[in-house]
């Protein structure tokens, strides 16, 4: 059962010739759906680009280039919104570096001749948060996307002081759906980013 959705609205305007799509983004989370953006998307945003690997980073690589041609999250990060919500003083983030390098390899990837690009700045920011990606050895790509989706969220994160919350524990005293929501609702006391807004929903095990 789903909880309400946080995944933000999107309306296609026309697009003038000569320009990629115009999207009209605004997230449901509390101030952040008083922000409307309108940003337009260059057709030279679809160029089609390596990352060459730093050893066998490719668990690495095959990760960043699903994230990277993410549509909204690409929009998001390109259009520089990502700079008025980094929460540096989130004890959870890591400071808003990873926001900040993240966004480099996005600049590197769209905006720049580099060919291939070397992610070794994003590599040695993730290392130095998690020393586990040290090294240039394979590791887990699911691992390595839960530690970077989590540090952008924490980064990102539009609740500036989290309060103390409750978990949401299921019974027969109420319905699922009602359930769902209350412990949709709880998680957003604490967490509110545009990676709760695109990534994060809620699933039901049967």
Known sequence: TLGPSSISSRRRSPTPPGLGNRYNLRSNNNNYEKQQTTVWLQEDT??????????????????????????????YFLSG????????????????????????LLMHVFRTDDQPVVPSDLKRCVARFNPIFSGYQQQDSQEFMAFLMDGLHED????????????????????????????????LKRNQSIIVDLMQAQYKYF
């Open 46 to 75: 679809k160029i089609k680009k390596g990352l060459r690997n730093l050893g066998n980073t490719c668990f690495m690589n095959s990760v960043l280039q699903c994230l990277l041609h993410t549509p909204d999250l690409k929009e």
């Open 156 to 187: 990102l994160n539009r609740v500036m002081k989290k309060p103390y919350t409750e978990p949401v524990e299921g019974d027969d005293t109420k319905p699922d759906a009602l359930l769902a929501n209350e412990a949709w609702e709880t998680h």
């Open 81 to 104: 919104r990502y700079k008025d919500e980094i929460n540096a003083d989130n004890p959870l983030g890591k400071n808003g570096e990873l926001a900040k390098s993240y966004a480099d």
